[in-house]
Structures are given as C-alpha cells and as structure tokens.
C-alpha cells in the first residue's frame, strides 16, 4: 500500500482538516514531509528484497551476493560489454557441470562477453582406439576430397558432430604457450572478438559505373567479407557451431547451409518482392587476376568471402541489401545505439529519408532550416549522392543519423561549410565519401560524432584508397574540431584551430602520410589533445596539450624542410604525452610512461596491426604479435590506442583466472582469437 501526502491527510477526522484549513493548512504541510520520508522507506524496502536476487540488485551488491557462494575476484573491468551478473548467477551450474567443454565454453562467454567454443584437443589425436569405445568419426588420416571439412582445418571446429573429425599427430608443446594443441591434457578456448554491425535496407554498390549487373554490398563498392549473426543456443550443454558465432561466411559454408544464413545474416532485395533463398547460388565471383567471372545465366549469385553480387539481368535500380560486416567496436558510425551521442534539445523538425519524409534530400532540409537552427535527422541507411554547401552562421545545426541508422553521404565535390564564431556544427553517424568537409571562416564549434570521413575520399573495388595523398576535414580560422569515436583521413588545421580527439582514428593511409598537419601539409597545425586514438602518419603540431592512452604511428625517412621529426610539437615548455607509443625520433613536449622507453626495445614494441587499411573487418586492432607494452600499456594496464575502451588484455586475464577452477586435474588450456 502507498501512502502519499493526500491518502495521509485523508486519514485524519473531518474536524482536524476542518481546523487545519481555517489555519492555512500547516497540517497537511506536515504530512507532505512525512509522507515523502515514507516515500523513501518503500522504496528502500523495495530495493531490499530487489537485492535477494542476482537478476535485480544493486551493481555493488553483486560482489556480496558472489562471497556467499565463494566467488573471488569479480568485477566489469569498467566497461558495458562485460557484465559480471551472468558470471554470478551461472556460478552454481557452471560447478555441477565442472570440468565439461560446455561450461568452459559457458564461462568463456559470460567472462569475456565474446562468442567462444570449447575444444578438448584429445578428440582430435589420431591413435589406436580401445574397440569398446569406437569413435567412427576419429579416423586416421583426413580425407583430401572433403574441400568443406578441410575450410575447418586448424580452427575450432575441426570436432563437430555429426562430421568427420580433422585428426592430428601428438603436439608435446605447452598449449598455455599458444604454440601448442593437439595432446591429451589439452583443452582450447576459441574467441571471436570481432562483432557483427548490421547494415539494413542500403543501396548496393556497383562494381563500376553504368554495371547493371554485378554489385558489392558495401555502399562504398568495395570487396567486404560478410558475418553471421550469432544465433543464441538454448542449451547450456549446448556446443557452439558455426551459426552461433560472429564468424566470417564461407563460400561453401553458405552454399551448404544456406537456409541458416540467407535472410537472417543476409538479404537481398531486388524490387520484385521474391527473398526466397532457392534463387540465390553461391559461387566465387572472382577469377585468377582478381576481376570479376562467373556471371550467371539464372539465379542471382553472392560470394560472401568479397561481399559481390552478381544478376542474370540487368537491374533497373540498384537492389537494397541488409547484411553483417565485421568490427571491433562501436566506432565510426554504424546501426548501434548513439542517443547518447544526440545533442539535447526537441525532436528534429526536418526529416530525410525513412517512411514518407518532408525532405528528400540533405541539402533541401538544411536549406529549410531556421534562423535558430536546428536538427536534420536521416531515418534511414540509404545512400546520399549530393554536393553540400552549408553556411551555418551563428546558428547551432546537427546533421545526424537516426539511431541505428546508418547513410552514406557520396559528395559530388568538396562540402564548404562556413560560419562565425557563435555557430556550431554537429555532424553524428553519417558515411562521408567522395570529397573532403572544408570548414571555412571562424566557425565555433565542429563537431563529428560516430561518424567516417574514408580515408582517401573514397575506395577502389580492392579497398585501397583512392586519393591517398588528399585530406578528409580540412578546418581554417579559430574553429575547434571535436572528433569522438569518428574515423578521419588526414586532417589540415589552420595554427589558430584546436582539435580535441576521443577515441576515433585519424589514417593518412600510410605512415609516412600526413595525418595531422597545417593546410600546406608542411607546418605545424593548432594545438591538439587526443585521449584512446590511433593516428596512423605524421604529425605536426604547434602544441600538444595532452596525448593520452594513444598510437602515434608514424615514421619519416630523413627529415625534410618542415619535417624534422615524424611527430613534431612547435612548443614543447606546454602539454604532456602519457602512456602513448610515440616514436623515439620524435620532437614533443615531455613524456610520461611513454614507449619505446630506450632506443634497445624500439623495434620490438612497435605496434603491430591486424590490417590498416580501412574497411578490413580487423582494421586497426592490435595484432596478437604485438608487444605487451602496448597491448596493456594504457594508464588501467588496457590497450593503447582507439580499441582501449574495450579492455580486452582485462577481460582475458579475467577468463584465464578463472579456466583453472573449472578444468579437470591435469587439464591445461589455451586461449586463441579467431578474430
């Protein structure tokens, strides 16, 4: 029962209220006090019986609810994608099933958050077998005819039921080490720590101009492998199969299982309102130079491992696909929640895109824009091919996404957007190709959120950039240029701008490129913090405030006019470097806890990167050949760089903590990334 100021005050007798009205109602005042302290009371009432239960207490009450049942050491390592709930409430199951490739698995992904598969390596050893427990699929040798068993070999799914096991020759080297595997003590923990980012209802792009026929499902026309989206298991005792986890998809794997894939991961839709999957094949579209083959002469044909699509006839539009490509992290821009990202105000007036917009194009609704400003919102992610001007003024403008939206903006030319002191700019979750954002005047305030200017304007059909040398965002006068959780090219800064980056990458598409500089790629560009950043080329600056938990990947063959270091400060008395790779060459203000730390390391911590160039699914993220220093050489003993946020060194240690309690005597395992 609730009891509100007005239900206690109706529980008084008529004549005290008749009193207390003729007085001016200083009783009822009084059990409005009260009744908001009873308010209290109920809830916290109400909060402790929440916090009898695992699925609802408090965060902090977890730790106490894990010591009644003997969990030691449990914590989120600070971040939203691991949650320790799971880990407790699973705790009791996971001892009952001790010692089983199940709960390994169970507690791998409760841990880490990650899909993984548990792998017991003795099932994989080709030996004599005792006859009373024949296994019928352990053969001997492997079969070289079965070409879609052996797409498995090496991986972690040499050992599925219902196939014939890839079996292997006695390994004596430890697996704890990473080198070894296949030997009886030894069990496996498989990782993919690539997620799956859908892209919903976007334009394919064609394979060159005027081709009717052949498209990509990047909206960039770029070959991109495409990703399953993990089907949940609703078993514990469940092992993970391929469909269960964020994995890349095979050619042969789709052709085979097409029905688990085909509308779920994948989709296309031609205009003729016919998704079946049975006129859809599966082929390598690609011949021995790289180019296009194969076209067909019936069925629509998809090559998943480059992300084509190939028509038996011309197509009157291009079709809309929905697809999974893979990344590390919510960066960039992508189908992901960003209300948080929004700029706090009404809802947007002007609508692109989506059901029945007002506008059908961005330049149309910013035109239509107020004196006031305002907010333009794209509903969809569609793709944009226009040339934008914008003179913001003193107004306040965001240019913006629909959450979980993605678009991509193709600019016909360079997008000039100008303005004075008090306007400001925010641009949030749009693809930008095609042409550079120059800002222009003494513009306040730009700001890019979750959003991509591609390195090199554009991609070809390999994914290399196609103007490499040319910048994304180049920003004159006074403007301040905040980039959070974007992905830049290069970026020219006039002396008297500033740059404030968070978490984003800025990629001049080579080391030796010019990532941050003056618009004459030479001199040295306005001050500049970045705080989790990757910058793969040079930079110049005229002072560094802070660089924090961040790569500065850069190198210089000899110094050049201007360039006398590959990382240059003009005033190096001001600003500190912190827990950031910086090359020793360098010119900067003073570092601390900064690597190489002496010239005798310096090759050996140098970063290491899965891929750098952008649209590969593992761009950017930190090799596992990387050195230490740098994989845990943040200032909370995270990673450097733009994927900091992601406490992966933390969320591992954590796994490899807790395997030892759950494995069976004489057991050791082993951690591999798939991805």
Same mark, same amino acid.
């Given at each position: ?40 009371? @109920? ?21 106490? +609810?894990?010591?009644? %049942? ?34 390994? @698995? ?7 958050? #990650? ?41 972690? *799914? ?16 430890? +697996? ?15 990782? #993919? ?55 890349? +998809? ?34 390598? &579209? ?5 180019? #296009? ?17 190939? *028509? ?57 824009? !107020? ?39 193709? &600019? ?100 030796? !490129? ?30 560094? =405030? ?16 201007? #360039?006398?270091?590959? &990382? ?59 050195? %230490? ?22 969320? =591992? ?14 057991? =050791? ?7």
């Amino acid at each position: 029962m609730k009891f509100d100021a007005e239900r206690l005050y109706s529980l008084l007798p008529a004549i005290y209220r008749i009193r207390d009205a003729e007085q001016g109602l200083p009783l009822q005042a009084l059990l409005g006090v009260i009744a908001d302290q009873i308010g209290v009371l @109920e809830s916290e009432l109400d909060r402790l019986l929440d916090d009898q239960f695992v699925e609802t207490c408090a965060p902090w009450v977890l730790a106490y +609810i894990a010591d009644l %049942i003997g969990l030691r050491g449990v914590h989120g390592v600070g971040q939203v994608h691991v949650n320790p709930r799971a880990e407790v409430a699973n705790t009791i199951r996971y001892r009952r099933r001790k010692g089983t490739a199940a709960v390994l @698995e169970q507690l791998a992904r409760d841990v880490t958050g #990650w899909p993984a598969r548990a792998v017991e390596f003795f099932q994989l050893l080709a030996t004599t077998q005792y006859m009373n427990h024949r296994r019928p699929a352990n053969r001997s040798f492997v079969s070289v005819r079965d070409a879609y068993r052996l797409e498995s070999l090496g991986g972690p *799914f040499e050992h599925l039921a219902g196939a014939t096991d890839l079996t292997h020759t006695a390994d004596v080297r430890r +697996i704890a080490s990473g080198r070894g595997r296949y030997n009886v003590p030894n069990v496996g923990v498989f990782l #993919w720590r690539l997620r799956p980012f859908s892209l919903t209802g976007s334009p394919a792009g064609p394979a060159a101009p005027q081709d009717k026929r052949r498209f990509l499902f990047s909206p960039l026309g770029n070959n991109t492998p495409l990703f399953n989206l993990p089907l949940t298991e609703d078993e514990f005792t469940h092992l993970a199969e391929p469909v269960n986890v964020a994995g890349r +998809i095979s050619r042969r794997d789709l052709a085979m299982k097409i029905a688990d894939y085909y509308g779920r991961s994948l989709l296309i839709d031609d205009g003729t309102g016919d998704r079946a999957g049975d006129k859809i094949a599966v082929c390598d &579209l690609r011949d021995d130079k790289g180019t #296009w083959a194969h076209l067909p002469s019936s069925r629509i044909t998809i090559d998943p491992v480059l992300g084509r699509i190939a *028509f038996p006839t011309d197509q009157p539009h291009p079709p809309l696909v929905t697809f999974h490509y893979g990344f590390s992290a919510e960066v960039g821009g992508g189908e992901y929640p960003r209300t948080a990202s929004f700029t706090p105000g009404a809802r947007p007036a002007l609508r692109v895109g989506g059901l029945a917009p007002p506008f059908h194009s961005i330049q149309a609704a910013l035109d239509a824009l !107020g004196p006031q400003g305002g907010i333009v919102e794209i509903g969809d992610s569609g793709r944009y091919e226009e040339t934008l001007t914008l003179d913001v003024g003193a107004r306040a403008i965001e240019l913006r996404a629909a959450d979980r939206a993605r678009p991509t903006v193709v &600019l016909g030319a360079t997008w000039a957007i100008s303005g004075t002191a008090a306007g400001a700019l925010t641009i949030n979750g749009l693809l930008i190709a095609g042409g550079q954002l120059h800002v222009s005047g003494d513009l306040g305030t730009f700001r890019l959120r979750h959003s991509t200017l591609v390195p090199g304007l554009s991609l070809l059909g390999d994914g290399s950039p196609a103007q490499p040398a040319l910048p994304s965002l180049v920003a004159d006068g006074t403007t301040l240029v905040e980039v959070d959780h974007a992905i830049v090219g290069g970026i020219r800064l006039d002396a008297n701008a500033r740059a404030q980056l968070t978490t984003s990458i800025v990629d001049a598409t080579t080391e030796t !490129g010019v990532a941050y500089a003056a618009s004459d790629g030479g001199d040295a560009a306005g001050s500049l913090k970045a705080t989790n950043c990757t910058l793969i080329g040079r930079v110049s600056a005229d002072v560094i =405030e802070l660089a924090s938990n961040s790569i500065f990947l850069a190198s210089l063959a000899k110094p050049v006019g201007l #360039w006398q270091a590959p &990382l240059q400060a003009r005033r190096r008395q001001e600003g500190c470097l912190r827990f950031c790779y910086v090359p020793l060459e360098a010119t900067v203000s003073r570092r601390y806890r900064c690597q190489p730390a002496a010239a005798a390391g310096a090759a050996r911590v140098r970063p290491i990167l899965s891929s750098s160039r952008y649209g590969a699914p593992d761009y950017c993220q930190l090799s596992g050949r990387c050195a %230490i220093e740098i994989r845990q050489g943040a200032d909370d003993e995270s990673e450097m760089g733009v994927f900091h946020d992601l406490y992966q060194p933390q969320r =591992e240690a954590h796994l490899r903590a807790r395997l030892d309690e759950y494995l069976r005597f004489g057991l =050791e395992a082993g951690v591999f990334h798939v991805t």
